[in-house]
């Protein structure tokens, strides 16, 4: 039996097909599935109860709690189970484990993924997966050979240690995305240095699948952003004189295609080849949307793309290349009409791009509804390669510097240009647009497939007296729960209200809380609140809406 083990952390919304002649083993997924189990919420939640309380106990308490809470309850957007599971994993991770867990990143209780000497230390490092991993490992003896599949850096961790755990005897082959890229540094690890690298393997095809289930004949096939995919048809000649004189490319075989190589140009045919004729959902190149009967054709129904900016009557994509804002909020309509939801993300930090610029995205965002949702932002990067697509930064006054020596395993490169966000203000600018975009529409819990998938739009301005007679209950994204202790450690009992969409935390009155606390479907104010006097009764709703532990509900 050959084995091919998918190591925690990816996104777990994806499941693969299997290859053939292989057996799969996701770890990623059985780790999650094992975590938000009941046995395994129940005997969390327990050890922190029974446990001395501390500032660090009681929040992981709050976490665990709230997460238990949201994945129970009906998904109204499909991300509220996501958000709760994002908030089991933090509260299972760091210290004394050498990971912090998100739902869609892990980072290192001290260094980074981008550096070989930082990973080694944290393989000898408890972990909240350790448990999983020793599970797979038992299998390794037994298997005619393993490999390791590595899309991204944050698995690298667990990588290490079950590279290190397969016995001598059996075969070790590492691939995937990032072993590709950075086999020679990966080949000096101890753990990697007897394993082959396999470069022609074909890339794994996923599917969007819920966590506690296996993607059906249905489920959406899933183009992963390293890709690189544009969309594309071939254009017709001119005239019949040109057919004459220059033939139609011939169709490429992307069953042919290794993980050396990415999607590139594809026509619908081309595309269809490689998802099966399924239909599809995933990352395009902003290129692809002025082909928007391309996409349809190919089986598209969920396009995500990247944006750096939006001013001056056109949109700036991650690579530089402009296009008209009419012509895409034609494009936009187009597969709106067809059914294809458009998804945004913000890269924010590119060449050229300051605050100023930011401004007038916001303000462009608002005036024209040029994507169907905005996910979120993310850091701009500069790749370390090019991959062939032309870059039209690379035109600007930009000046590409070398990752530190140290960062042996980075994933792109400084660099500096004039009327760009400094690198240093960065985090605080991300954060501020998030909070803003909050404002607008609820942002995606992370960026994980399943997330792209559906989600809410921003709400229609209502009259005030329509919010006075508006039903009410608890936001979709809010638990209210019971500590056996505060926040900071003190031995009292205490209800808090934790929405974890916006991170809200809120101490709440012990007489109210029991009574918002099932609150799961509108009734109105003066049901839930009855025991508050009418006259204070609109000043707290307003107050809970507006820190979003409660919302209005309008026909």
Known sequence: MKLLVLPPHRDVTLAPETPEGWHV????????????????????????????????????LLLLRAGQVLSLREQRYGHTRLRALGAVLTALSGPPSGVRLRLDDLELEEGTTERSADVLRTVGQPA??????????????????????????????????????????????????????????LARMPMFQRAEFVDAAAPLRWRVAPLDGEPGPGSLVWIPEALDLLVCTFAPP????????????????????????????CTPGELKGFTGGAPWGGHVLVASLPHAEALIESGCRVAVVGFCAVREGFMVDPLGTRMNVQDLARCARRLRDAG?????????????????????????????????HV?????????????????????????????????????????????????????????????????????NPGRVAAACLRGPTAPSPVREDASERAPIRLD????????????????????YAANLRTGTVLAMDARLAPKLAGLDHPVPAADALGAVPEAQRRKLVDTLVGKTVLTRVYE
């Open 25 to 60: 083993m996701d770890v990623a997924r059985d780790f999650c599935r094992r975590v938000v189990s009941d046995a395994a919420m129940a005997d969390a939640i327990q050890a922190r109860v029974t446990a001395p309380a501390t500032p660090r106990s009681m929040r992981e």
């Open 340 to 372: 294809v939801r458009l998804v945004a993300e913000w890269w924010v930090g590119a060449p050229g791009v300051d605050e100023a610029a930011l401004e007038e995205t916001l303000a462009a965002l608002d005036a024209e509804p040029l994507f169907d």
């Open 128 to 185: 909240p997966y350790a448990e999983d991993l020793a599970r797979a490992a038992e299998r390794f003896p037994q298997a005619e050979r393993v490999r390791l599949w590595l899309e991204r850096d944050q698995q690298l961790p667990a990588a290490a240690w079950l590279a290190r755990a397969c016995p001598p005897q059996v075969p070790l082959e590492v691939a995937g995305p990032f072993a590709v890229a950075h086999r020679k540094v």
């Open 238 to 265: 001119l005239n019949a004189s040109d057919a004459l004189l220059f033939d139609a490319p011939a169709p490429r075989d992307l069953g042919t295609l290794t993980t050396k190589q990415v999607l590139g140009a």
């Open 476 to 495: 979709d994204d809010c638990a209210l729960v019971q500590l056996p202790a505060s926040l900071d450690g003190a031995p009292k009992p205490t209800w």
């Open 375 to 443: 996910a979120g932002a993310r850091p701009f990067h500069w790749p370390l390669e090019h991959r062939g697509l032309d870059r039209p930064f690379q035109r600007l006054s930009v000046e590409p510097q070398r990752p530190p020596p140290d960062r042996d395993l980075a994933r792109s490169q400084p660099f500096e240009a004039p009327n760009t966000i400094p690198t240093a203000r960065l985090p605080e600018v991300l954060a501020a647009l998030s909070t803003r975009l909050m404002q607008r529409a609820p942002l």
